[in-house]
């Protein structure tokens, strides 16, 4: 098992920036590739962002391209996302999962375990 929790959201300006956290617990950190998936009100869970066990390899969905960055830290356990250039689409339900064996790193059902998310307001 892996528990994993998230903290850093808000409501925060257009244009303004947050940083999110996901803490993990349980099994051995390293082991896991990692990802954050959101969901705003009426739609379903889309991928944000991911990034490989090592933290050498990092993808993003096209919308957060260049206004995000990915990152973990595996001596502390956890993993972050620098959100810049924040836009009130970017409000939702953000979420970071855990996943040892992930192919298109973009879908959710690929990914074991799931923290209980973090709230995030852009607004106009």
């Known amino acids: 098992q892996v528990q994993l929790v998230e903290s850093g959201g808000g409501l925060v300006q257009a244009g303004g920036s947050l940083r999110l956290s996901c803490a993990a617990s349980g099994r051995t950190f390293s082991n896991y590739n990692m990802a954050w998936f959101r969901q705003a009100p009426g739609k379903e869970r889309e991928f944000v962002a991911a990034i490989s066990w090592s933290g050498g390899s990092t993808y993003y969905a096209d919308s957060v391209k260049g206004r995000f960055t990915i990152s973990r830290d595996n001596a502390k356990n956890t993993m972050y996302l620098q959100m810049n250039s924040l836009k009130p689409e970017d409000t939702g339900v953000y979420y970071c999962?855990?996943?040892?064996?992930?192919?298109?790193?973009?879908?959710?059902?690929?990914?074991?375990?799931w923290g209980q998310g973090t709230q995030v307001t852009v607004s106009s």
């Open positions: 999962a855990a996943g040892r064996i992930v192919r298109t790193w973009r879908t959710s059902y690929e990914y074991d375990y």
